[in-house]
């Protein structure tokens, strides 16, 4: 099957209109056909749910001040059929191109092996379809808080283990799944003594690492395309390198041949003209700016923008590839057997 750029995007960027709600005090953003807003899933509900979180600024996170410009975002809660003892869970995460039929195939997949999931949708609620060509539309830290609030609301259902939550995040959504595993802003972000159980980023960039690493401790799996130039490889090849050398449980694949986006179902190769590729930014932060890895310039948080315009570049490439993607399910179903469905419970 031949797809277009346009028909490509037509496909990936479908989203629901939103509109201005009132919740409870502030002025929130939700679907037009918002339902209740939860905030404990105590009764064992299921389905869609929407529920509180929150807009900060990175320089508010920092100071543990991250509730600020309450939203109201969504998820799709599906559970597997059949028992009542508590089973593992998995919170997939969109990419740039925003909620998909690809995560919802991916969590009936899951479901069928025993796996809750929740589908999280950071975009729709508000008010975006699509970040590609402006990824601070909707910054990947706010996606990060977004899988916080998610997972403390996960962790209060009778049917899910709190220890065996994961993360699994696509692209922009690998970005969020790879940051929830550093301990910055777990410790910033929940009140309580809950983290995720492991991580999984497909294609997502890694440019973006810590000066001195410090996670959570829970295992982290990128599967990245060879050919990848919108996100790159080396940056998270490297990332994983130097976590291995800090002690924690770092590893990549990278499938020879593969683009971004490789894991799309049909057969087609595209060139996105609106895309930043971002795939040459590397940089160490630390608390007050960051350290460009190629140069060894310190640089303050404010003149980050001006970096990342300097370093990235316009377009990247797009492409399924049948095989990559056969052994990314394959290397996705190899991880969580490993770190979710066969760990007991605590």
């Known amino acids: 099957m031949k797809l277009t750029r346009t028909k490509l995007l037509a496909a990936c960027l479908a989203v629901t209109v939103t509109v201005v709600a009132s919740y409870d005090g502030p002025t929130l953003f939700t679907a037009k056909d918002a339902g209740p807003v939860v905030r404990s899933l105590a009764d064992g509900r299921s389905g869609e749910l929407r529920f509180v979180s929150y807009d900060p600024t990175r320089r508010e996170i920092a100071r543990g ?15 597997p059929r059949g028992g009542a003892r508590p089973v593992p869970a998995a919170i997939l995460v969109h990419g740039s191109d925003g909620l998909s039929a690809r995560q919802h195939q991916q969590a009936k ?58 993360v699994i995040g696509w692209s922009k959504g690998g970005v969020a799944a790879d940051w929830a595993s550093r301990e910055w802003y777990r410790s910033r972000l929940v009140a309580r003594d809950v983290s995720f159980a492991a991580h999984v980023a497909f294609y997502a960039w890694c440019g973006e690492q810590e000066a001195r690493i410090e996670l959570t401790g829970a295992p982290i799996l990128y599967l990245s395309g060879e050919l990848d130039d919108w996100a790159g490889t080396e940056p998270c090849v490297g990332y994983a390198r130097r976590a291995r050398r800090a002690g924690y449980d770092a590893r990549v694949v990278v499938y020879p041949g593969a683009h971004h986006g490789f894991d799309y179902r049909g057969s087609f190769h595209t060139y996105l003209r609106e895309a930043r590729s971002w795939s040459d930014c590397v940089y160490l932060a630390r608390e007050t700016g960051f350290v460009d890895q190629a140069t060894g310039v310190f640089a303050a948080w404010p003149d980050l923008s001006g970096y990342l315009s300097r370093c ?35």
């Open 312 to 346: 990235s570049r316009t377009g990247a490439h797009v492409g399924s590839n049948a095989g990559a993607r056969k052994q990314a399910a394959r290397a996705l179903n190899e991880f969580l057997s490993e770190f979710l469905e066969t760990r007991p419970r605590v």
């Open 109 to 166: 997949a899951l479901n069928a092996r025993g796996i809750a999931t929740f589908v999280l949708d950071s975009f729709g609620p508000r008010g975006v379809d699509t970040t590609i060509g402006r990824q601070d539309a909707v910054p990947a830290h706010v996606m990060v808080v977004d899988l916080f609030v998610a997972l403390e609301l996960l962790a209060s259902h009778p049917r899910i283990d709190t220890t065996r939550i994961a």
């Open 65 to 79: 001040r991250f509730r600020q410009r309450p939203v109201v975002v969504r998820g799709y809660l599906d559970l």
